[in-house]
C-alpha cells in the first residue's frame, strides 16, 4: 500500500501481558515516530528513529516501553507488563526526510485497551 | 516547555458557513503542522507552514511567526469536513500537539 500501516488495529491484554505492535512506514521514509493519543487528548511523543537509529527515546513513559527499528523500515513498539494507564490509541508515522519538522504521513493507529 | 492552545475546543457549523481555528504557541518555532483526525484515529497533515500563508482547496492556513499564533480557515464547510483539528509546532528536534480542535458541520 502507499501509506503508513500499523497491526493489530485493535488489541486489547490483560493487565499485566506483553503486547507489541508494528509500524509499517513508507517505504523509503528514512523518519520514523511513534506517539501515544489517550482518549480525547493530542497524541503525544514517544520516540523517533532515524533509519535505525533511536535518535530520541525520551517520550517513552516508563522502562516497560520499548521501540526498535532493526533494518530501518518497520517498527515495532513492545509494552512491557502492561497497566490500564497504557490504554490508549498508538500512532505511527513517517517522513521522507530525516528532519523532525517535515511533513509526517500518519498511520491508523492500534488502539490498544488494557483490562 | 512549549504549551499550545487552540480554540475553541468544540465548534458546530452549518453547511457553508466559514471557520477559523486558532493555534497558539508559547516557544519559537520551526515550523508548524495543521492535522486532521477522523473518527478512528487516523491523521492526515494538511499543511506544514513556516511563514505566511498557504491554500489548499477550501483550505487555507495562516502563521505569524512574531505572535506565535496560526490560524486554519475552512472556506464552504462541508459535512465531510467534520474531524479534529489538530496544530502542532516544531521546535528544534521536538515537535508538540495541541490539543485539538473538534469540528461538526451540519448538513
Redesign the interface.
Known amino acids: 500500500g502507499a501509506g503508513v500501516s500499523q497491526s493489530p488495529r485493535y488489541k486489547v491484554a490483560k493487565r499485566g501481558q506483553d503486547v507489541a505492535l508494528r509500524c509499517d512506514p513508507i517505504s523509503g521514509h528514512v523518519s520514523l515516530f511513534w506517539y501515544q493519543q489517550a482518549l480525547g487528548q493530542g497524541p503525544e511523543f514517544l520516540t523517533y528513529f532515524q533509519n535505525e537509529a533511536q535518535l530520541d527515546k525520551s517520550g517513552l513513559p516508563s522502562d516497560r516501553f520499548f521501540a526498535e527499528r532493526p533494518e530501518g523500515s518497520v517498527s515495532t513498539l513492545k509494552i512491557q507488563r502492561t497497566q490500564q494507564e497504557d490504554s490508549a490509541v498508538y500512532l505511527c508515522a513517517s517522513s521522507l526526510l530525516a528532519s523532525r519538522a517535515s511533513g509526517q504521513y500518519f498511520g491508523p493507529g492500534t488502539r490498544l485497551t488494557v483490562t | 516547555k512549549n504549551e499550545v492552545e487552540q480554540s475553541p475546543q468544540n465548534l458546530t457549523a452549518q453547511e457553508g458557513e466559514f471557520i477559523t481555528i486558532n493555534c497558539s504557541y508559547s516557544v519559537g518555532i ?2 508548524l ?1 495543521w ?1 486532521q483526525q477522523h473518527p ?6 494538511l499543511f ?1 507552514l513556516s511563514s505566511g500563508k498557504k491554500k489548499h482547496g477550501r483550505l487555507i492556513a495562516t502563521i505569524n511567526i512574531q505572535e506565535k499564533h496560526s490560524s486554519l480557515h475552512i472556506t464552504a464547510s462541508h459535512p465531510r469536513d467534520s474531524a479534529v483539528y ?1 496544530c ?1 509546532p ?1 521546535y528544534g ?8 480542535t473538534r469540528l461538526s458541520v451540519l448538513p
Open positions: 520551526s515550523a503542522h492535522l478512528g484515529g487516523g491523521i492526515v497533515s506544514m489538530i502542532a516544531s528536534q521536538n515537535f508538540v500537539f495541541g490539543p485539538g
